[in-house]
């Protein structure tokens, strides 16, 4: 039958591929700054179907959590109290296209070597039955892992590269909150009005 | 569901799985749906009653029970108006996003045991993500409106939204931690029994932390006395001001779709679910049978979280009718100085309870149940298998404990973290 | 108002927002009919609020210039439109004092029943109304249940709802009908308990506390110099009332009436009722004071309507039959106030020896209490201005004229 024969996954792989991408491209050729965070909050949600696709539903609701629930309400949020006139538009100019090219195409770089860097991927065209949906306790390897344990590899305690504690992502998760502490501090100095305090009736 | 068409009707697998997908998909919408013309019907009843009106009376026969309906042609038929101001685009799009974000959330949401559209292991954590997307609705509604009003309306509920999601985070971790899963199908079978061993009467700590999920839900949602975002008498209608028709309407039902959601999450999480105050179908036993009286016993279980969450909305509906709207500072006062510390406190102290192994309703002779029987199939397997392994071992198995956790590995874990700690 | 715009050094540390000019009325559902506010607003604290009059003007004034005294009752009716009979007992008592004539005892119990159950009903709007600013419906609701009951009474007594024409020179248009006395007490039994209902679910009610408790304050000074009167002036504590302290020809109607002035005197209002207690947030003048005050009223008002009634029934002589003023008028000029449920209403009539007029004028109380809008909603928060301007209690039908 042919809807047998049909790849319904990658189908849908393919759907939320381009959502993701179409958007990503809007965003980029789009110059009202609220638009673009409507299309860039399209485009995440999009790459969290990708990841519910592939089964893993904690990463992906993590993205929708994270990105577009927390991240994206900030920007939108800062957009609307900082902008200075409603709607405000912005244009890139040619110097900015070059290197955004530039940092862009070496990063598809770094992705696509690291991608056929994966034996499993290399050889062919893959069956996404063979890979088979992650088994389901991904939040517990991933939260331990953030604490800094590695449940994965708790049945070689005798490897001595594994110092117990020590051996998670308990310092980059750490790392990570701590940068995104500074941005938002940043964020709140750079938005703040630089007006003296002398100045009366300035506000009034 | 799927695999049903698969086997029963020999349809091909990815087919099976479409025809499901749609099936979840119709009745999932209608739940939205029809459920928002039965609330919005309600809640005209209710607040009648409580200002001494009828309400409607006359539409559909007795009750008026056809009025939201009636309302509903009225809205389709109204003009759509765009705003020579508004931004077109994100004017058209804002009412489907928050619809969107609420009809997803139901995904995720059992209504009874083993009736949900999509098992997942995360659902909880799924379904608060995807009600933190929803407040975008009202954001670019009130932005892409061009009206002061609507601009006033969406800037209160982006502080007011993102405030309560960190006290609603922390008394959703709750009961997640009593039951050690974010499955809410677990979760739900593990308050089965007599109406003690639903978590809201565990401990204190989790009745105290039920009261403030509540309040923060009805924040959440934007319901009175937290409905600044469309304060009538401040802001004319908030971010809706300029909306008209039938994409008003879309606001509304997920305003609803969003109220039942909350509350039978909070029937899920904290008032036993599917399970009723007293265990008939476990008495008849004919939540163990299978065939016609498993069927029966489940739609029984769906019936009652039906009333449980009906029962949620009708709350927030009597709050709703009788309480003046708090301002938006006094709104940051209730969540920054009241909800966080106090879920905070009830997570402690709920945390505390369960650490110490301190008496709770489920240990009551007789009636308590075993929580970790009703975990997940692969995590009693994984159990098994390495309690084996580790009888295997060591040579009395009766040393392994198997706690209210039980698990081997968690034991272990919990071993190595403390060590780790020591060096 | 714990946020102050002035502060330079809270500007300093502040993010730095654009200020915006909203327009808050005409049609905006909480600005009690047609008030425009313009508001200058920095995010959510009003910097600046300007309100903005005459979208109900309809020339009453100029109108009355043109018709006998009697012709121009149905427009004072439409006036305050929520308290219809206070104003024709006004421009009645206005009307009465230029032809000097005095009334029978018992036209002046007549008219106090009628006026203070004008004021209950008057009360009851904006105690409902009050609720509805602040965000609360059922409130409302209650309040219209019991005012339609007033309503129905009225509607007995004068065949009208809402424009009365009821009181008239000379004493009323006709006599209460049979009965009616009663109704109008097994009302009164029935309403005294319905008061504690409005006390729960409003002024005691912890949310409504939190909203009007030290909001808008407003000094008893403050209030004598823009002219404030009534429940506006007597929330900030000053003991003013024209029924006890007006002139002989008002004051009159109440002779031997035992009644107390509703104000906070010494910490504490009159206590000869079971009152919820003062919330220590509240400040003397606040929008909780402005409120609590109409509370007592209608308590007082109900006293008051009972001692009537019992006058009425054994008082001698007539109810008060109107004057035809079918000739001329005296010539002179005369002004009189009475203390309608907004406070001082007061009525100029000039007269050239005509049976028309030569001067309508009439002093909306409303109007003086508005004014102090601007003063007190600066530097408050959105949400406080509805409260603050429902606390005044304002009806644009008696500003605009």
Partial sequence: MLLAAFDWHSLFFMFFALLTCGFAVAML????????????????????????????????????????????????FGVMLTAQSRFISMKTRSGEWVMALVLGGSLLFLLLTAAFRVEDWRDGNPNAADIGIAESKTTTQIGMGFTGVRVDRLDAPEDSTLVPGMSGYLLPFVIVSVHLLVVLVGAAYMARTKRRATSTGAAA | MAEFFHTTCSLPTPLAYLVAAIIHCVLIIHVVAVGALIFIWLERKVSGRIQDRLGPTRVGGAFGWLQTLADGIKLIAKEDITPKDADWMLFKAAPYVGFAASYCAYIALPFSDGWVAQHMNTAVFFILAVLGIEVFSPILAGYASGSKWSLFGAMREAAQVVSYEVPLGMCVVVPCMICGTLNLVTIGNQQAGLFTNWLAFNDPFTFVVAVVYFTCATASVNRAPFDLAEAESELVAGFHTEYSGLRWSFFFMAEYGSMFLVSGLAAILFFGGWNGPIPIFQVLGWSESDGVLLYLARLGGCLNFLLKGTIGVVVMMWVRWTLPRLRIDQVMTTCLKYCVPIAAFGFLGALFWQVNELPTSNDLPGIGINRFEARESWVIEADQQRASRAAAVTPSPSDVPIGPIGSVEFDRVEALVMTGGAR | MATQLDDARIIEFDVRTDEMLVNMGPQHPSTHGVLRLVLRTD??????????????????????????????????????????????????????????????????????IIAEMGRIASHLVGMGAY????????????????????????EEACGARLTYSYLTPGGATADLPNGWLQKCSAFLDQFEPVIQEYHALLTTNAIFVKRTAAIGVMSGEMAVDYGCTGPVLRGSGVDYDLRRDGEERYTEMYDGYAFEVIVQKEGHYPKDHDYPAIPKEAVLGDCWHRFYVRMLEVVQAVDLVRQAIDRYSTASGDWGVPIKLTHKLPKGEVYLETEAPRGQMGFYLVSDGNAIPWRVRARSSCFCNLSVTSELCRGCLIADVPAIVGSLDVVMGEIDR
């Avoid at chain 1, 999009?46 to 592939?54: H, I, Y």
């Avoid at chain 3, 300007?50 to 210039?65: S, W």
């Avoid at chain 3, 609360?136 to 309503?151: D, H, M, N, Q």
């Fill in chain 1, 29 to 76: 050729f789009s110059d009202n700054v609220v638009h673009m965070a409507f299309y860039l909050i399209l485009s995440l949600g999009a790459s969290a179907g990708l990841f519910f696709l592939a089964g893993a539903e904690f990463v992906g609701a993590m993205q929708l959590m994270i990105y577009v629930g927390g991240t994206l309400v900030l920007l939108i």
């Fill in chain 3, 131 to 154: 609720g509805l600013d602040l965000g609360t419906f059922s409130p409302f609701l209650y309040a219209f249940r019991e005012r339609e009951k007033i309503l129905d009474l009225f």
């Fill in chain 3, 43 to 112: 995010g959510e604290i009003v910097s600046e609020v300007e309100p903005h009059l005459g979208y109900l003007h309809r020339c009453a004034e100029k109108i009355g210039e043109n018709l006998t005294p009697r012709q121009w009752i149905p427009y004072t009716d439409r006036m305050d439109y929520l308290a219809g009979m206070n104003m024709n007992l006004g421009w009645s008592l206005c009307v009465e004092k230029l032809i000097e004539h005095d009334l029978s005892e018992k036209a002046k119990h007549l008219r106090v």
